[in-house]
């Protein structure tokens, strides 16, 4: 396979092909419990010459046979194909139920923006937290934006939010960094709570891994999020104190946006390990090493401090309870 092999929407994307997860999946079943390519593509409602065309697509994009064709016997998976369709079969269990949950929120949240009898009163900035994700969906007055630590700042102190949510951790520039924020004679800064940041790997940690130092390991596959994030910060960190190499890490230019993508990508099997928090961890029923312990704020501009950071922080608390 690829070594760009990305998971990525319901998509599996292989350099410059993009495959339905959902689809491939389908395909590799029916050719797992029909005999032959024939009564596969009668099983999924496609044409034989479809089925053919979407196995050498396949093949080609995966660099190797999936299939054995014996003459007067029909065809069948060879051991890469069967490796396939049980890790896409695999992945899509673990992830059903957290789409799922994804799904139902996005349904709740549209439904109470196209039901609200006014805009949202509050434009929240945030670095992602999937607790504090959750809690908003469930709250049409607040419009938020996941957009990681750096830029919720610059949005609240440009007028773009009213709100920022973020988490510095000892990334780049370390204590000094997060205590000049928190200086800051024009923002409002409350604690809302403390959590654990930690590699997120596959559940039993089969691999060993211990710590950043690992993910300098030849063939080790790692994913990363984006810059500007606090997460990146903490991995940046971590990688110097532990003297490796940000150029030594498989992956380390693989950029998420989410802790919930990360985790999307370890779970699906596209990563060996990402950093991120426990929760998405226990979401995505993944193993979690954990790395150090951090605050994430609520910060707003002096004077102007919105109802709704006094809503957030009420219903939080036995949110991050209930969570563990």
């Known amino acids: ?45 496609i044409s034989y010459r479809s ?3 979407r196995l050498a697509r396949l093949e080609a994009a995966f660099g190797r046979p999936l299939v054995v064709k014996t003459k007067g016997h029909g065809t069948s998976l060879n051991a890469a194909g069967e490796a396939l369709r049980a890790a896409l079969d695999e992945a899509q269990s673990r992830l059903g139920k957290s789409l799922a949950e994804d799904g139902e929120r996005l349904r709740l949240r549209v439904a109470a923006l196209v039901t609200a009898q006014r805009p949202p009163t509050c434009r929240m900035a945030l670095s992602h937290d999937p607790v504090l994700v959750d809690l908003l969906a469930g709250m049409p007055d607040v419009e938020a934006a996941v957009v990681g630590s750096e830029e919720a700042l610059r949005r609240l102190r440009a007028g773009d939010a009213d709100l920022a949510g973020f988490h510095l951790g000892p990334g ?14 024009a923002l409002h800064i409350v604690a809302l709570f403390r959590r654990q940041q930690g590699l997120l790997v596959a559940p039993g940690n089969p691999l060993g891994i211990g710590s950043v130092r690992d993910l300098g390991r030849p063939g080790l596959r790692f994913v990363n999020r984006q810059r500007g994030s606090g997460t990146r910060g903490w991995t940046d960190h971590l ?50 090493v954990a790395q150090g312990e951090e605050v994430y704020r609520l ?3 002096r004077g102007e401090v919105p109802a709704a950071a006094a809503e957030i922080l009420a219903r939080l608390q036995p949110a991050r309870e209930d969570a563990g």
């Not at 396979?1 to 959902?22: C, I």
């Not at 919930?260 to 699906?268: D, E, L, R, S």
């Open 1 to 45: 396979m690829t070594d760009s092999a990305l998971w990525l929407d319901g998509n599996l994307e292989l350099g410059r092909d993009r495959l339905s997860v959902r689809q491939t999946g389908l395909f590799l079943e029916a050719l797992a419990q029909e005999p032959s390519l024939r009564a596969a593509a009668d099983r999924i409602g």
């Open 51 to 53: 089925a053919w065309d």
């Open 172 to 185: 780049a520039g370390g204590r000094n960094r997060d205590e000049a924020v928190l200086r800051d004679p």
């Open 239 to 288: 990688l110097a104190e532990a003297g490796v190499d940000p150029a030594s890490v498989r992956g380390y230019g693989n950029e998420e946006f989410t802790h919930a993508a990360v985790a999307a990508m370890v779970a699906a099997g596209m990563a060996d390990a990402g950093m991120g928090v426990r929760v998405a961890a226990e979401r995505f029923g993944l193993g979690f």
């Open 299 to 301: 910060a707003a501009r």
